[in-house]
């Protein structure tokens, strides 16, 4: 699997990240997948052809093998890391697609765009971003939870009992170096958790600064109005006027400020 062009196209997110997704790329990157291809492939080549039971009885110990590992750790977590990293796909899916509605809007409008920062995260893009978030951590969560159901739990056993057919009896089936892919597995998993909480302190800060935004939002809503009631100009402009200004869109990737600086020039210009 070609994981240096995964890295490549999710790498183009960073540049929208905050400083947890930034963290969150590092440790998938750097911890999760250079650790799933340097060492753990290695680690568990060896698990189908060093596995060994105490029987000679043909199939016994394919048998056992498919029941002490119903799905390999190293299909599992390539699975994983796909899902995971796919919802990053979304943000710069939305990117694109803002790019080029304002350069359709750019070329109609003689120079003028739609967006001021189109990977500004406002309007649409702020919740596209917020969902990669939720799928990411949920996709790993989802993993962990399936890690622990099909192996009941994460340790690994250096002797499992194993007494299906066509075993004769119980056998005693040993796995080679369990240690090692004990302390693997543990490491994914601790990874695992660590990125979940980096999607999660993510979205608690862009929910806080969200909040933040409206709330300075509406205090300047609130001081705009408290200085149009109380400005005594004999010279006020018709309604058709005001509803006019009420009618011009407002882009959501411009600062609070620009927004200020604007409606103060319109206001200058028209009275």
């Not at 596995?51 to 599992?76: E, K, M």
């Not at 990977?119 to 649409?124: E, L, P």
Request: charged letters at 20%; aromatic letters at 14%.
């Amino acid at each position: 699997m070609n994981w240096s062009a995964l890295e490549s196209l999710i790498s183009g997110v960073n540049k929208y990240s905050t400083g947890f997704g930034r963290v969150w790329l590092s440790m998938v990157f750097v911890f999760r997948v250079m650790v799933f291809v340097v060492a753990a492939q290695r680690v568990w080549g060896d698990e189908n052809k060093d596995f060994v039971c105490n029987t000679a009885q043909p199939g016994c110990v394919n048998v056992c093998y498919d029941y002490i590992f119903p799905i390999s750790h190293i299909r599992l977590w390539a699975l994983q890391l796909i899902f995971v990293t796919c919802p990053s796909l979304m943000v710069v899916g939305h990117v694109k697609y803002r790019e080029k509605k304002d350069m359709q809007y750019t070329t109609l409008h003689n120079g003028a765009h739609l967006y001021a920062h189109p990977g500004k995260k406002r309007g649409g893009l702020w919740w596209t971003y917020l969902v990669s978030l939720i799928f990411k951590a949920g996709f790993d969560a989802g993993f962990l939870y399936i890690l622990y159901y099909v192996y009941e739990g994460y340790d690994m056993p250096r002797l499992s009992k194993c007494s299906l057919t066509p075993c004769p009896n119980t056998v005693d089936c040993y796995i080679s170096r369990p240690t090692e892919k004990k302390i693997f597995t543990i490491f994914m998993v601790v990874s695992s958790a660590f990125c979940i909480l980096m999607c999660i302190c993510e979205m608690v800060y862009l929910i806080c600064k969200r909040i933040q935004k409206l709330i300075k939002r509406k205090t300047e809503v609130e001081r705009r109005r408290f200085a149009e009631n109380h400005e005594m100009s004999p010279l006020a402009a018709p309604r058709s006027e005001f509803r006019s200004k009420a009618s011009i869109r407002v882009d959501p990737t411009a600062s609070i400020q620009n927004l200020i600086e604007e409606h103060i020039q319109i206001m200058y210009t028209t009275g």
